[in-house]
């Protein structure tokens, strides 16, 4: 569901994106690659 609602905000800057969503900065650093990489993979809707 997160990737989902990300995808739809396909110009969403992840890191504010975890940010708002509580992350902790070790998370956001940890998660934001991986999100930005799975993200770059998905077909463009």
Known sequence: ALVKSLAAESNVDVE????????????I?????????TLAGLPQA
């Not at 504010?16 to 998370?27: K, V």
């Not at 650093?29 to 990489?37: C, G, H, I, W």
């Open 29 to 37: 650093e940890l998660s934001a690659p991986v999100l930005k990489k």
């Open 16 to 27: 504010d994106y975890l940010a708002e969503a509580g992350a902790r900065p070790w998370q």
